[in-house]
């Protein structure tokens, strides 16, 4: 089956105009999603990569209609070839697991690679930067202070107070596995 997929902002003409190139393509099925640059949800897309079978194809005008990121646009190439699909870029031909494309898979694992790489080095370089400010904390921050944990440790019943996990939870609103944590790590 040939599968159309386009991923488009807000634009009613834009969808319009990518529907017209992709029926040139003769698509049996043309899915899309909209998509802002702070969402990553495409239920579409998960969709289409559910249906896809040995010998589909899906018809992308661009490699971006998957995903702004390499990684995630790596992995979405990666999951239809595992599947015995295809991917038809019409700026760039066809993507499948034939020899004669074993170059252009290669090429893109290999930038999915570097991505990756790249984003580890930076993340360990801004550690390293960040280290030598010395209110640098590791971790994530407390989400409460000692005074607030302190407090709802004294209601409890455990503690000497009158109150239950579940009470001082809902007075506090901290959760009850933060508070029994406390308790333990108190003793």
């Given at each position: 089956m040939?599968?159309?997929?386009?991923?488009?902002?807000?634009?009613?003409?834009?969808?319009?105009?990518?529907?017209?190139?992709?029926e040139k393509e003769k698509?049996?099925?043309?899915?899309?999603?909209?998509?802002?640059?702070?969402?990553?949800?495409?239920?579409?897309?998960?969709?289409?990569l559910s249906l896809i079978e040995e010998g589909d194809t899906i018809v992308v005008e661009s490699l971006i209609n998957f995903s702004r990121e390499i990684i995630d646009c790596g992995n979405i190439v990666e999951e239809i070839l595992k599947k015995g699909g295809s991917v038809k870029v019409l700026d760039l031909g066809i993507?499948?697991?034939?020899i004669?494309?074993?170059?252009?898979?290669?090429?893109?694992?290999?930038?999915?690679?570097?991505?990756?790489?790249?984003?580890?080095?930076?993340?360990?370089?801004?550690?390293?930067?960040?280290?030598?400010?010395?209110?640098?904390k590791d971790g994530r921050p407390k989400k409460y202070t000692?005074?607030?944990?302190?407090?709802a440790l004294s209601l409890l019943a455990v503690n000497g107070g009158d109150l239950s996990y579940n009470e001082v939870s809902q007075l506090t609103k901290i959760s009850k596995s933060t508070l029994i944590r406390e308790v333990k790590k108190s003793r």
């Open positions: 040939l599968y159309g997929y386009i991923r488009i902002n807000e634009e009613k003409g834009q969808l319009l105009e990518k529907i017209n190139i992709l698509c049996d099925k043309i899915l899309y999603d909209s998509s802002s640059t702070y969402s990553n949800k495409r239920p579409n897309l998960r969709n289409l993507i499948d697991n034939k004669e494309n074993k170059k252009i898979i290669d090429t893109f694992r290999c930038m999915v690679q570097f991505k990756k790489d790249a984003l580890i080095e930076n993340a360990t370089i801004g550690k390293i930067i960040a280290k030598k400010n010395k209110d640098f000692k005074k607030q944990l302190d407090h």
